[in-house]
């Protein structure tokens, strides 16, 4: 008869530690995933809320392509809090704001050429890359 063992052997424990190690890096991968998840979320639901309130701003305050700081060309960028919305949105957030306000027509004779087109992109930059959120409305001429 064998006497019983009591104890691991070197290469069991090995086994177990290697075992061990695997799932920790499991772990920590997946919270690593889950942390970038979380801070894209926050951005973009930033993104979205400042997007939805620039856009309110404008029509509500009936804000045109005359409006200093609107109508951007295609690619200018101005930080969010820059003029006209500077007492609307606090603090220094990290976004930049395109507003472009175009008639929908020119065409006097056709019924949306009383209409105008209001379209806000907010830029972020985020794990390396740029990211934007594009909303576009429209509003009834004054």
């Known amino acids: ?3 019983s063992r009591r104890a691991f052997s070197q290469i069991e424990l090995l086994v177990a530690l290697g075992v061990l190690a695997v799932g920790i890096l499991a772990v920590y991968a997946s919270l690593t995933y889950s942390l970038k998840a979380s801070r894209h979320s926050d951005s973009m639901a930033r ?3 400042l997007n939805r ?6 029509r509500s305050r009936g804000l045109d392509r005359t409006t200093a700081g609107l109508n951007d060309a295609p690619g200018q960028r101005r930080p969010v809090d820059a003029p006209p919305f ?3 949105i606090p603090g220094n957030p990290p976004f930049e704001r ?3 306000i175009d008639p929908v027509s020119t065409d006097a004779s056709r019924p949306e050429s009383v209409l ?3 379209k806000v992109t907010i830029f ?13 409305g429209y509003q009834r001429q004054p």
């Open 47 to 49: 993104a979205i809320a």
């Open 1 to 3: 008869m064998t006497p």
């Open 124 to 136: 972020w930059r985020e794990q390396g890359g740029e990211r934007n959120v594009v909303f576009e």
């Open 116 to 118: 105008r087109r209001v």
């Open 98 to 100: 395109n507003v472009q």
């Open 86 to 88: 500077a007492a609307d």
């Open 53 to 58: 309130l620039i856009l309110d701003l404008v």
